[in-house]
Structures are given as structure tokens and as C-alpha cells.
């Protein structure tokens, strides 16, 4: 009789499965198929689960919540190319952006001060000339202790750590 077997795939890939016949002649049966179905249904639902499971622990912030999360605190945005960038979100409603470790200078002015203030579910903050003078607003979510994701009001996202 052919079985057919469900096999892990390396550790790169995970989640996934790779399916094959271990006599290459012959089709399974009907019974040996419905078996590997059922057990990649279980498999399915219990990756649903974890997964679901994984993004509760995303915790959204605002309000008095989300000024406490961050006032006084050194906030450093990851940044594409594996560095951070440090906002510096004082109590006074103060907030300092410094890109003068990541080599900014060239493209803007590396160092600047502007205000921030929470409005609702959103940290808000607005700087004399980066983005045009523009306010811009962010949804926070807590990942960890010391972890935040953010997206902001254009659609633009990232990670952050927290400190202080």
C-alpha cells in the first residue's frame, strides 16, 4: 500500500509543509489521503491559533496610556539599513529627534526639537521643518515590555524600542 507522508521542511521555512509519495508508482488510496487532509486540517488550525494567539499579546495604547508609555522616554525607531534613530519625548510636551549618528546631515538638518501631545488613540508630534512642518500621528501598539510597532497617519509603519 502507498502512504503518503507529510514532512517537515527545513527550519527556514516555516509553517510549511512539503508532501510526498514514498512509492513513486503507485496513488494512495482514498483512506491514506483522507488521513494526511485531516492531520493537515489539525496543522491548520493550531498554526490559526498560535498565530491568533501571537497577535494578542499586540496590546493598542492611548490615552493617558499612551502618554505615560512615552513621556520622558528615549523612543528609538529601527531603521531600514539596521540602525536606530532616537526621539527623545520629554514631559514638557518637548520632543528631540538626533540622525547625527546615522549620517543625516547630509540630506536634512540631523537635529531638531518640535512639540508631541497625544490626541485620543494617536501620539502626535510636529517638528519646525522635518516633514514640511507638518503634524503627523501615530497609532502605538505594545509588543513587549520595551517594544512598540507604530503607524502612522500616511500608512507609513515600523518598530521601536523604548527607554528610560
Known amino acids: 500500500m502507498t502512504r503518503l507522508a507529510c514532512n517537515d521542511v527545513a527550519h527556514t521555512e516555516p509553517f510549511a509543509l512539503r508532501l510526498r509519495f514514498e ?6 488510496d482514498l483512506e491514506t489521503m483522507m488521513n494526511t487532509l485531516n492531520k493537515l486540517a489539525a496543522f ?14 499586540q496590546e493598542a495604547v492611548e490615552g493617558s496610556g499612551l502618554e505615560a508609555l512615552i ?7 529601527s531603521t531600514p539599513y539596521g ?3 532616537p526621539l527623545i519625548y520629554n514631559a514638557d510636551g518637548t520632543v528631540t529627534g538626533d540622525g547625527t549618528e546615522l549620517g543625516l546631515a547630509r ?8 512639540k508631541w501631545w497625544v490626541e485620543g488613540a494617536n501620539l502626535c508630534q510636529q517638528f519646525p521643518t ?4 507638518e ?3 501615530f497609532t502605538i501598539e ?23
Not at 71 to 77: A, C, E, I, P
Not at 107 to 114: D, L, M, Q, S, V
Not at 142 to 163: L, N
Open 23 to 28: 512509492d513513486q508508482t503507485a496513488q494512495p
Open 44 to 57: 491548520a488550525a493550531l498554526s490559526s491559533v498560535v498565530l491568533m494567539s501571537g497577535a494578542s499579546a
Open 71 to 77: 513621556s520622558g522616554k528615549r523612543v528609538y525607531l
Open 83 to 85: 540602525g536606530e534613530f
Open 107 to 114: 540630506f536634512f538638518a540631523p537635529r531638531e526639537t518640535g
Open 130 to 133: 522635518w516633514y514640511r512642518g
Open 135 to 137: 503634524v503627523s500621528c
Open 142 to 164: 505594545k509588543t513587549g515590555d520595551t517594544t512598540i510597532t507604530w503607524v502612522r497617519d500616511d500608512g507609513q509603519s515600523g518598530s521601536a524600542r523604548i527607554e528610560g
